[in-house]
């Protein structure tokens, strides 16, 4: 008897909260379709060595990692013969790494190790000290450590074996950063909201529903995808709280009726906005079957005549009968029954909507990617 009281209650609950808080149909929060001016983070790339590899780095006649050897190895002091050095055990790499406007002195950051050379694997490989820098030409931060593979390869005399990717790899923290972004968040007077998706009605509810949410006119938009958010006074020199408020807006996106088609795996897929006139679709398939059969002759015991080989042809003609079937989709539901009503496989669909955006009865774009 309590667990069933317990059941009542927790149902009752249930029900109340449902009934207070409604849940918004198709609604997704604002940080899901848009990004935010001054939180972008900046790429940064940097040139570098892989050494202690199992004599798959780069072959010898790469002049790029000679070069780069040779002046590694002078700027420590050391006097090289090129001739005596052996360059299997080294690759050059391209070291990438994306780095946020938060980012301070100090901090790590994960980097993306990608050979340039003729290299086979970097497995067991370490990458030296190498300087990454921005778009501006100023080092940012310095990478190295060991680097970590998805992949294995095994070579001997007469086979190889390899899983994944062997010249891609990556540490993780393995930069560190040595300069701060000059930008200070706190400070500004506005923030740009750039949104993801690219419609006049998604932008014009984002505009009033910020305005809605901070009950001020706060929001202006610049373009189809871009609203600028004035800061309110009391956020300013502290705009963590009004972010936090910002990003967690609840909108409810819209978007144009498409249909997209990838005919290269039979891929259809329908948008919720997609609707059809009334048409008569009848879709069938013609098959045609040739049999080739020869026969052989062989001639008759104790002669000098030649086998004879005639040929024999089958033909066979099938013919699906299919009637004609009215579609008419009002909603998605109804025009997915409708073109499964006719017995159509996904390759079929590709021709029908094709033919049905031909009859000007698909008020939808068909994109064909």
Do not use: C, W
């Not at 100090?106 to 990458?127: C, F, H, K, Y």
Request: aromatic share 4%.
């Amino acid at each position: 008897m309590k667990s069933a009281n317990n059941t009542l209650i927790l149902t009752l609950a249930f029900l109340i909260l449902g009934f207070f808080f409604p849940e918004q149909a198709h609604s997704v929060r604002l940080k899901d379709i848009a990004n935010f001016g001054g939180v972008r983070t900046n790429q940064l790339v940097g040139y570098g060595l892989v050494v202690g590899l199992s004599g798959t780095g780069d072959r010898r006649s790469d002049q790029a990692t000679v070069r780069s050897v040779v002046n590694m190895l002078e700027s420590m002091g050391v006097s090289v013969d090129r001739g005596n050095l052996q360059f299997r055990n080294v690759a050059a790499v391209i070291v990438t790494a994306d780095m946020p406007a938060s980012a301070r002195s100090g901090s790590r950051l994960d980097v993306t190790i990608s050979s340039i050379g003729d290299a086979n694997s970097l497995q067991g490989g370490v990458l030296i000290q190498t300087p990454l820098k921005g778009i501006d030409g100023e080092i940012y931060a310095l990478a190295q450590g060991p680097l970590t593979l998805g992949g294995f390869s095994v070579e001997g005399q007469a086979a190889q074996v390899t899983t994944n990717i062997t010249t891609v790899g990556r540490i993780p923290n393995g930069a560190m950063v040595e300069r701060e972004i000059p930008f200070r968040f706190n400070s500004q007077e506005s923030i740009q909201v750039n949104l993801n998706v690219h419609d006049f009605s998604t932008t014009s509810q984002v505009m009033e529903s910020i305005n809605a949410s901070f009950g001020q006119n706060l929001a202006a938009a610049k373009d189809i995808s871009t609203i600028r958010v004035n800061i309110p006074s009391q956020f300013r020199g502290n705009l963590i709280p009004f972010m936090a408020a910002l990003e967690n807006i609840q909108v409810s996106p819209d978007s144009p009726a498409k249909v997209v088609v990838d005919e290269k795996t039979g891929t259809v897929v329908i948008g919720e906005n997609v609707r059809i006139s009334r048409v008569a679709v009848s879709h069938g398939d013609l098959n045609i079957i040739v049999r080739e059969q020869p026969q052989v002759f062989m001639p008759a015991p104790f002669t000098e005549a030649d086998p004879v080989v005639v040929p024999d042809t089958d033909i066979a003609v099938i013919e699906e009968e299919r009637q004609l079937v009215v579609i008419e989709g009002a909603t998605i539901n109804e025009l997915v029954e409708g073109l499964n009503s006719i017995g159509a496989t996904p390759r079929d669909l590709i021709t029908i909507l094709r033919t049905i955006k031909a009859a000007g009865a698909l008020y939808a774009d068909l994109e064909v990617i």
